[in-house]
């Protein structure tokens, strides 16, 4: 140490013990060199052979990072495609439920008016039919009464004349009794 102070104290000792202003420092020259030397040889060992896989490592990593992400938005945004298509075509479901559910109701509708005109039309006709059939017996219960009242006169007529009237005189007897007893009935 003391050997230092010395050196130190004197930069005419200095100079040539250490051989100038790196030897103040306590730096040898020629160690250094030799450690510039292998310090470039280390960067260079380390350039060639080391930092390239470790770089085309982190390039991979970061294209991989680079392609998951675009993955994940592509996905995502199909992912939103396809909610929009899903509530797309639910409305549409929607709509054209909608729709059958109305067409449905208009049909029912319609079967329901076309039941009650023809249930109309059965019922008019049945009507008609017991009119028609209610007229032929009417005329038909006519028919049988004015031939009973017919035969009623004629026996009436033979009481009452104690005798038998021909067939003309009978006839027209009975018919005026008939029209009589019509025209009778109408008033």
Known sequence: MEKLLYLFASTEASEEV????????GIDWKVMILQLI????????????VYPPILAM??????????????????????E?????IAQQLSKARVEAED??????KQ????????????????????AAARAQLARDVETARKTLRDETANLVALATEKVVDEKVDMTKDAKLI?????KTEKEVKE
């Open 108 to 127: 029912t509708e319609q079967i329901l008016v076309d039941a009650n005109q023809e249930a109309e039309r059965r019922s008019e006709a049945t009507v």
């Open 81 to 85: 495609k396809a909610a929009k298509d």
């Open 18 to 25: 250490t051989g100038g202003m790196f030897g103040s420092l």
């Open 100 to 105: 059958i559910v109305a067409a449905a109701h």
């Open 58 to 79: 982190l390039d991979r990593r970061q294209k991989l990072i680079d392609d998951s992400i675009k993955a994940a938005k592509k996905a995502s945004a199909d992912s």
């Open 38 to 49: 292998a310090f470039g040889v280390l960067v260079f060992v380390l350039a060639k052979w």
């Open 175 to 179: 018919r005026e009794a008939i029209s």
